[in-house]
């Protein structure tokens, strides 16, 4: 092949002659050129995608992205179920409460009507078979939140009633603390009750204002209630004495005792030991004549024994 080129002013014309070694040349360096040119694309594409490169390069992988939105319900949906079970443990303590106040209440002698909305019932065991009648769901974030807040209010219910519960069973204590209900001889038995009775002096049909509890001579005396040593002395009739008021007009008599343990003035508490069993005074024996007395009127010291039980 002959190339005739024309250069210059003088229109010279040179003639090129190309053989075929030249195109294979060519085109071998064509071809060589091409494939680094490819080369270098592929490399620069390469670096990139582990740099992270541009968003283009990195089409979206919606396979993946729907897997980690169900991952994520599922996990979710776990911790609701966790929590269900937990509210469900909560529900139970709150059944055990409901129980625990009806004994409560009972025992503070409150009536039912007293505790508005605590309902009887006892402390339930829980379980059964999986439904087969209707379908089985999870809770749903919203459910959760509705059973949560009735539960809150339950509970806050329940800490009203306990509270007024609390308040009864203090001021029942309180009123037992000082109320002549212990027997101020253990093992005590009565040889001669409250009322008339065959005076053992003079065979008459008289009075007897107290009860009388026989015991060794040296037995503990104790008080049946708190309250305020108002005597602690001598008695022409009742012989060693202790009388100790209680408050609200009721007072304690501890007649024909051997030794005091005592003295005007003294506070005692319930059970305290104020006295030993003797035979001082008018009696035939060792034992103990204990009275109560409201407003100074003899009451029957039994009815007050009795209330102990």
């Known amino acids: 092949m002959n190339i005739i080129l024309v250069t210059g002013a003088n229109v010279r014309a040179r003639t ?5 070694q030249h195109a294979v040349a060519g085109a071998s360096m ?10 270098l694309v592929n490399v620069v594409a390469n670096r990139w995608s582990a740099d992270g490169g541009p968003s283009w390069l990195h089409p979206p992988d919606l396979a993946d992205a729907g897997d980690a939105a169900r991952h994520t319900d599922d996990r979710v949906q776990g911790h609701l179920n966790a929590m269900a079970m937990r509210l469900g443990e909560l529900q139970a303590q709150l059944a055990r409460l409901d129980g625990l106040g009806q004994r409560l209440a009972r025992s503070a002698g409150l ?18 078979a999986v439904a087969t009648t209707l379908p089985i769901r999870d809770y749903s974030v919203t459910e959760f939140a509705g059973i949560l807040e009735m539960l809150k209010g339950q509970l806050d219910g329940r800490a009203e009633q306990f509270g ?3 308040t009864a069973l203090d001021r029942n204590f309180a009123r037992r603390q000082f109320m002549p209900s212990q027997k101020p001889v253990a093992d005590g038995w009565y040889s001669s009750n409250f009322g008339y009775r065959i005076d053992p002096f003079t065979g008459q049909n008289t009075f007897h204002e107290g009860i009388d509890f026989p015991a ?17 002395g001598l008695h022409a009739q009742y ?3 202790v009388e100790i008021d209680h408050g609200n007009g009721l007072v304690t008599r501890y007649a024909h005792a051997s030794q005091l343990n005592v003295r005007q003035g003294d506070v005692v508490v319930r059970g305290q030991r104020v006295a030993t069993v003797g035979s001082t005074g008018r009696s035939t024996g060792p034992h103990l004549h204990f009275e109560v007395r409201l407003n100074g009127v003899p009451q029957n010291p039994a009815r007050f024994l009795q209330a102990s039980g």
């Open 239 to 241: 012989g060693r004495m």
């Open 164 to 166: 007024v519960l609390e």
């Open 16 to 20: 090129l002659t190309v053989g075929w």
């Open 111 to 128: 009536k039912p009507q007293d505790l508005q909305g605590l309902e009887p019932g006892t402390i339930p065991g829980r379980g059964g």
């Open 216 to 232: 060794e001579t040296g037995t503990p005396i104790v008080a049946a209630a708190g309250g305020r040593v108002v005597a602690a």
């Open 30 to 39: 064509l071809v060589v050129a091409l494939a680094a040119l490819a080369l």
